[in-house]
T-cell receptor, first 112, second 113 residues
Framework: ELKVEQNPLFLSMQEGKNYTIYCNYS?????LYWYRQDPGKSLESLFV?????AVKQEGRLMASLDTKARLSTLHITAAVHDLSATYFC????????????FGQGTTLQVKP | EPEVTQTPSHQVTQMGQEVILRCVPI?????FYWYRQILGQKVEFLVS????????KSEIFDDQFSVERPDGSNFTLKIRSTKLEDSAMYFC???????????FGEGSRLTVL
């Protein structure tokens, strides 16, 4: 059974600081997704990483994928309060039904 | 922009009652899913649906759960006899097929008393 693990699970940081969230997964997959969730809200797609070495950036967030290491990172640059949310990575399961297996989520709190 | 829509946004029910959650996936999408999220926890896969049948289901999706696509546009999740532990946010999602990106609805919050 595919396992997806994120760390840290909770991150409190000051505005202006940089930090990285890690996502490890247990079986081979060449597709990984990052989602953002605000409290009580739905999942907003941030990044779709479709191949080894893929790197995508949007504003202060940058995601990368290393399929050989089974690792994805979400790097936050110069954090601002608006980035406070829970971030999930998700990987396709081994079946061909397209189900996603989610990590536990990383709750980011950016303090002014 | 096309979106997945879900109704109701919040439903409160008594234990043992039947509940139907409704979803309208994006119109040209072919794969449909239900996920659930217990408050403060991770998002868990329930079931996938393709070509008018279940393609995969998780251990959570027991005999109390069923899905249906009754009219080619709606996609429903039925819980026959709700339990307290069914209280969660239920998300519907759909995808076209090629890119694999899943688009999620806003969710239906189910509270079982």
């Amino acid at each position: 059974e595919l396992k997806v693990e994120q760390n840290p699970l909770f991150l409190s940081m000051q505005e202006g600081k940089n930090y990285t969230i890690y996502c490890n997964y247990s079986t081979t997959s060449d597709r990984l997704y990052w989602y953002r969730q605000d409290p009580g809200k739905s999942l907003e797609s941030l990044f779709v990483l479709l191949s080894n070495g893929a790197v995508k950036q949007e504003g202060r967030l940058m995601a990368s994928l290393d399929t050989k290491a089974r690792l994805s990172t979400l790097h936050i640059t110069a954090a601002v309060h608006d980035l406070s949310a829970t971030y999930f990575c998700a990987v396709f399961g081994s079946s061909n039904t397209g189900k996603l297996i989610f990590g536990q989520g990383t709750t980011l709190q950016v303090k002014p | 922009e096309p979106e997945v829509t879900q109704t109701p946004s919040h439903q409160v029910t008594q234990m043992g009652q039947e509940v139907i959650l409704r979803c309208v996936p994006i119109s040209n999408h072919l794969y449909f899913y239900w996920y659930r999220q217990i408050l403060g926890q991770k998002v868990e896969f329930l079931v996938s649906f393709y070509n008018n049948e279940i393609s995969e289901k998780s251990e959570i999706f027991d005999d109390q759960f069923s899905v249906e696509r009754p009219d080619g546009s709606n996609f429903t999740l039925k819980i026959r006899s709700t339990k307290l532990e069914d209280s969660a946010m239920y998300f519907c999602a759909s995808r076209l097929g090629d890119t694999g990106e899943l688009f999620f609805g806003e969710g239906s919050r189910l509270t079982v008393l």
